[in-house]
């Protein structure tokens, strides 16, 4: 089954740390882009952050850069997002997509920020 299978979401204090995992199955990610989303409750669903294919090239939504970074291991067919210093800001549903021949996204995972 062709697939993204996230995991790593859960409820965290503000200034606390969380990393954001995303596994593909049944295709390798060596040729796609890949990115992160979330989407807030009553907001539309925003980019968070985008890694090329080769990994060379990275962006950043100004609400998180300096704050999270966002890596590929395609050796382990496996993307992350690395989020510190985390804000009830940033309290939403995330979700890791693949860009290429096809277009894959995974099911979401929620992120909550509070004391």
């Known amino acids: 089954q062709l697939q993204l299978v996230e995991s790593g979401g859960g409820l965290v204090q503000p200034g606390g740390s969380l990393t954001l995992s995303c596994a593909a199955s049944?295709?390798?990610?060596?040729?796609?882009?890949i990115g992160w989303f979330r989407q807030a409750p009553g907001k539309e669903r925003e980019a968070v952050s985008c890694?090329?294919?080769?990994?060379?090239?990275?962006n950043y939504a100004d609400a998180v850069k300096g704050r999270f970074t966002i890596s590929r291991d395609n050796g382990k067919n496996t993307f992350f997002l690395q989020m510190n210093s985390l804000e009830p800001e940033d309290t939403a549903v995330y979700y890791c997509?693949?860009?290429?021949?096809?277009?894959?996204w995974g099911q979401g995972t929620q992120v909550t920020v509070s004391s």
């Open positions: 890694i090329s294919s080769s990994g060379g090239s990275t």
């Open positions: 997509n693949a860009k290429g021949v096809n277009d894959y």
């Open positions: 049944g295709f390798t990610l060596d040729d796609y882009g």
